[in-house]
T-cell receptor, first 110, second 113 residues
């Protein structure tokens, strides 16, 4: 079983739609959680951290469920510019190594 | 402030050739990393350096060596390239343990024929 699992997609949604991605992780001792965004042929960039209390940044909301070991990302009012691959990232306890999921591809169409 | 820079951006090698990928960061970060990214595999850690003078193996270190030349620079060397090493290579740096984010360079696209 992979340490971090994501649905690869693609998710094809119209502009203005709400879309949600889930990610599961296997190591219950994981301590930090992130969503990174990666545009085609570019490097990954941090989108947002995920806290136990949830985290909202404009149209983006991230949630963490430690009991079920999953992380979610909700994007409201999708824009064309949201088209990218979204990487779920987990940090095991007492390490600064990141474990990446394979990513979920989002395509927003007009 | 350039962040993380990598050279070269593209490279084509023949099987058995050697090369070094260069990475530098100007953010005074302690930790630096080398990843490879392949379709359907996600980013996989090759080697990392938690501080100047230390290096450790990641998930896929075979066929690679690294050097943490100083706090700014972390190079990745392929001694004898193989077609299985065709990939996109990313360097990253991180300031502190745990909550700090990793910043990535633009990547090197390597093809081994």
């Amino acid at each position: 079983r992979k340490e971090v699992e994501q649905d690869p997609g693609p998710f094809n949604v119209p502009e203005g739609a709400t879309v949600a991605f889930n990610c599961t992780y296997s190591n219950s001792a994981s301590q930090s959680f992130f969503w990174y965004r990666q545009d085609c042929r570019k490097e990954p960039k941090l989108l947002m951290s995920v806290y136990s209390s949830g985290n909202e940044d404009g149209r983006f909301t991230a949630q963490l469920n430690r009991a079920s070991q999953y992380i979610s990302l909700l994007i409201r009012d999708s824009k064309l510019s949201d088209s990218a691959t979204y990487l779920c990232v987990v940090t095991p306890m007492n390490t600064d190594k990141l474990i990446f999921g394979t990513g979920t591809r989002l395509q927003v169409f007009p | 402030n350039a962040g993380v820079t990598q050279t070269p951006k593209f490279q084509v090698l023949k099987t058995g050739q050697s090369m070094t990928l260069q990475c530098a960061q100007d953010m005074n970060h302690n930790s630096m990393y080398w990843y490879r990214q392949d379709p359907g595999m996600g980013l996989r850690l090759i080697y990392y350096s938690a501080s100047e003078g230390t290096t450790d193996k990641g998930e896929v270190p075979n066929g690679y060596n690294v050097s943490r030349l100083n706090k700014r620079e972390f190079s990745l060397r392929l001694e004898s390239a193989a077609p299985s090493q065709t990939s996109v290579y990313f360097c990253a740096s991180q300031g502190s343990l745990g909550t700090d984010t990793q910043y990535f360079g633009p990547g090197t696209r390597l093809t081994v024929l």
